[in-house]
């Protein structure tokens, strides 16, 4: 090896290289160090030198009890401005996808009727999804609509992409919203859904979204992964 460098460092090059070539791919676990220190011919006080070098760049994560694995970069929702999960998941170059859980039309919860300035019992949409980027579901979601306003679209239209539904047919337009975010453990259920360990960590988001004349249309639930998705500030 050339001595123009420290040798952690060439290491650190070498396995940074061999992920972009894809030889490990993102979400993938990578060798032990004492595997990894006799392929690089190297002590293993060096290779975790130069295995931290990449965790603090963020390229590796480490899972105690598990082992070192190829980062996945986080889906990042912006806190300032509304977007729809399928317009986030595309400015991101991801590819957004759904799968529906449940889609039932019942009276509001009283909850749901509080959220939504609704009487009690009003009849309301409720549909529970899985939503997806790339593939590796990302959150479970249950969103709450009055059905007044959704009772001519179709449920295919309704679950691909809600607010651009209610645009162009409606012309109901995103104004505002009110979100809570709360850290929780995943229980079995949800844990099933997002492929997950129960009793791992989640993010939950609470959302209220006002329509154009300021009158809330969409109460929701979200439930994310922790490790898959983070929420950011913007000042």
């Known amino acids: 090896m050339s001595k123009e460098k420290p040798i952690y460092i060439q290491i650190h090059n070498k396995i940074r290289k061999m992920i972009e ?4 791919k993102v979400g993938e676990r990578i060798p032990s160090e004492r595997d990894l220190a006799k392929t690089f011919e190297v002590s ?8 931290q070098t990449l965790v603090d760049e963020g390229i590796l994560e480490r899972k105690v009890g598990s082992g070192t694995y190829v980062s996945s970069r ?3 929702e ?8 399928t317009e986030i998941m595309l400015s991101q170059g991801r590819k957004p996808t759904s799968k529906t859980i449940s889609y039932h039309v019942k009276p509001a919860s009283i909850s749901e009727a509080e959220h939504l300035r609704l009487q009690n019992e009003t009849v309301v949409l409720r549909m ?21 306003l959704v009772e001519s679209l179709g449920k295919k239209e309704i679950t ?3 607010y651009k539904t209610l645009e162009e ?5 995103v104004r505002r919203a009110e979100q809570t975010i709360s850290a929780m453990l995943a229980s079995e259920r949800i844990s099933e859904y997002l492929d997950i360990k129960r009793g791992e960590a989640i993010l939950q988001l609470k959302q209220i979204t006002y329509s154009n004349d ?17 929420f950011y500030l913007e000042k």
């Open 21 to 24: 070539e894809g030889q490990w």
């Open 169 to 173: 047919e409606k012309n109901i337009h």
């Open 160 to 162: 691909l992409s809600l």
């Open 78 to 85: 912006k806190m300032t401005g509304i977007q729809s999960f």
């Open 74 to 76: 986080k889906v990042q």
């Open 214 to 230: 300021n009158e809330p249309f969409e109460y929701t639930r979200t439930q994310y992964v922790a490790d898959r998705f983070e």
């Open 128 to 148: 529970e999804r899985v939503r997806f980027a790339d593939d590796v579901p990302i959150c479970f979601e249950v969103a709450t609509i009055p059905f007044h």
């Open 44 to 51: 293993r006080m060096t290779l975790r030198q130069a295995v």
